[in-house]
Each structure stands twice: as structure tokens, then as C-alpha cells.
């Protein structure tokens, strides 16, 4: 499906783990397959090798579109409701003049066996120069369209800095019909100033609301406190124990119906 990348700027050196499927909102449309080609340490865009899959009864693989994509920065790639795809991304410039757009999200939509992208649209915009650190963008099964949830890093004083969160509700051609802040105050159970440099992870939930974890890591292991955080705000507990062991090198995933799948640490 593509070769392994070879980064020309750093002699010749292999770089695995750079490539990623995601599925079509259809299963019999199959899946998109999405690859960084080259990125050098002076290059202002990164190319990626976009490539659209179906597999037929028999197991066999059809590539039915491929193009070139190039991009500033690595995408956040959702499927759309109508069997395209969306690559989201944000963008930061400098202007002097103070009514200006400085801090923005930005996509770009591709059909189904398509391998032409159509011109960006701009999902959201501040003239605020915000950092943001993450995003998350899913199709939403409880209202209409998609969500992408932008995760800020505030600039504040505080020893540990809670993350601003700001959801977007879009259809699959970018037009948006509502913005929002996501209010999170956490539950004091987590003892969030004891913790050394925790990681805050959200993530939208396709029937509503949010999976809201923090995650400690020591060595091998993290420490995770997990809650559901429902649109008025209020953090809900899990049946897990707080805090739940998980490998540090796994990966959460959250599941059509709204199920978690985290892996614990194997012992012996």
C-alpha cells in the first residue's frame, strides 16, 4: 500500500508509525489510507500519499483513488456522513493589524473516489493568537453533521494549566452552525496538584457528550481517571477504580456505542 518513509534530511533514516487508515462512513466504501511522504526540516509543507480502498467479497484490495496532498501541518481526518472525507487543520499567522483573523481551522473536503480536494473553508476563527494543542474530530450520531473538538493550551501561570476546550458542529462541506465552549471544572477525587505533568484527554463521544480522562504516566504504566462529561458540564464516574492502570504505550478507543477499550498492563 506504500513504502516506509525515508527521511532524506536526516540520513536517509527510516521512520516508521507514519501512515494511518481510517474507515468510510460505509463499510462496503472501505477506507482511506493516509501517509506522510516527505517532510524535510526546511520544507514549509509536508506531502502525504492519499489513497481511498474498497475490499470485495473475496478479500481483495482496489485502490480507486490517489493523489498528493500538501499540507503545513499533519491533519486531524474524519469521514464524512455523506461517504467523503474532511482533513482539518489549524493555522497561526502574524498581523500587525489587530482586527485581523490570527488564530484559525481550516479543511478540506474530498469524495468518495475522488482525488481532487475542493478549496479550504474556514471552520473557526479568532483574532486571538490561541496554541492549540489538539484536535478531535468525529461524525456525530446524536445531532446532524460532524463535531471537531479544539483542545487550547491557556496561557496561564498556573503550576499545571487546565486546557480551554471549543467545539465545532459542521456539515460534511464545511458549513458550520454552531461554536461552542466545552466547561470543565474537575472533580477534586482526581488531586490534580499532586500529579507531575498530567495529560488531559478529551474526546467527543458519537451519542453525546465527552470522555474526559487524566492520564499520569510512570514508567510502563499510567494512572487514569476517566469521567463522561455530559453537555451541562457534569463529570459522571466511571465503574472503574480511581485511578485505572493502563499501558502507557496503548492507545484508548472509543467505540460506535459509546464504549471504551483501553488496555491494562501485562504482568509476567
Same mark, same amino acid.
Given at each position: ?9 536526516? %540520513?536517509?533514516?527510516?521512520? &516508521? ?12 466504501? +472501505? ?15 509536508? %506531502?502525504? %500519499? ?32 455523506? +461517504? ?19 488564530? +484559525?481551522?481550516?479543511? @478540506? ?34 445531532? @446532524? +453533521? ?14 499545571? &494549566? ?30 490534580? #496538584? ?11 463521544? &458519537? ?7 487524566? @492520564? ?15 453537555? #451541562? ?23 460506535? #456505542? ?11
Amino acid at each position: 500500500m506504500g513504502p516506509s518513509l525515508i527521511d532524506s534530511s536526516n %540520513n536517509n533514516t527510516w521512520v &516508521p508509525q507514519q501512515s494511518f487508515i481510517y474507515p468510510n462512513v460505509n463499510n462496503e466504501q +472501505g477506507f482511506l489510507y493516509f501517509a506522510l511522504l516527505s517532510s524535510g526540516l526546511n520544507d514549509l509543507n509536508s %506531502n502525504y %500519499n492519499v489513497t481511498q480502498w474498497i475490499i470485495n467479497e473475496h478479500g481483495i484490495f482496489s485502490k480507486i483513488a490517489e493523489m498528493v496532498l500538501a499540507l503545513q501541518v499533519p491533519p486531524s481526518v474524519v469521514s464524512t456522513v455523506d +461517504g467523503g472525507y474532511m482533513f482539518i487543520y489549524p493555522n497561526i499567522t502574524t498581523s500587525q493589524d489587530p482586527f485581523s483573523s490570527r488564530t +484559525g481551522l481550516y479543511s @478540506v473536503y474530498c469524495g468518495y473516489g475522488s482525488n481532487i480536494v475542493r478549496e479550504p473553508v474556514i471552520l473557526y476563527e479568532t483574532i486571538l493568537e490561541l496554541n492549540i494543542v489538539g484536535l478531535n474530530c468525529v461524525i456525530s450520531h446524536s445531532e @446532524v +453533521g460532524q463535531i471537531c473538538l479544539i483542545t487550547i493550551q491557556p496561557n496561564s501561570t498556573d503550576l499545571i &494549566p487546565i486546557p480551554v476546550y471549543i467545539q465545532v458542529n459542521y456539515l460534511s462541506l464545511g458549513s458550520v452552525f454552531d461554536v461552542k465552549r466545552v466547561y470543565a471544572t474537575l472533580p477534586t477525587i482526581i488531586g490534580i #496538584n499532586q500529579l507531575t505533568d498530567p495529560q488531559f484527554i478529551i474526546n467527543p463521544l &458519537p451519542f453525546g457528550g465527552y470522555f474526559y480522562s487524566v @492520564v499520569q504516566t510512570t514508567n510502563m504504566s499510567s494512572d487514569v481517571w476517566g469521567f463522561v462529561l455530559d453537555e #451541562n458540564g457534569k463529570f459522571n464516574p466511571w465503574d472503574l477504580s480511581y485511578p485505572t492502570l493502563s499501558d502507557s504505550n496503548a492507545s484508548h478507543q472509543i467505540l460506535t #456505542n459509546n464504549t471504551l477499550a483501553m488496555l491494562q498492563p501485562i504482568v509476567g
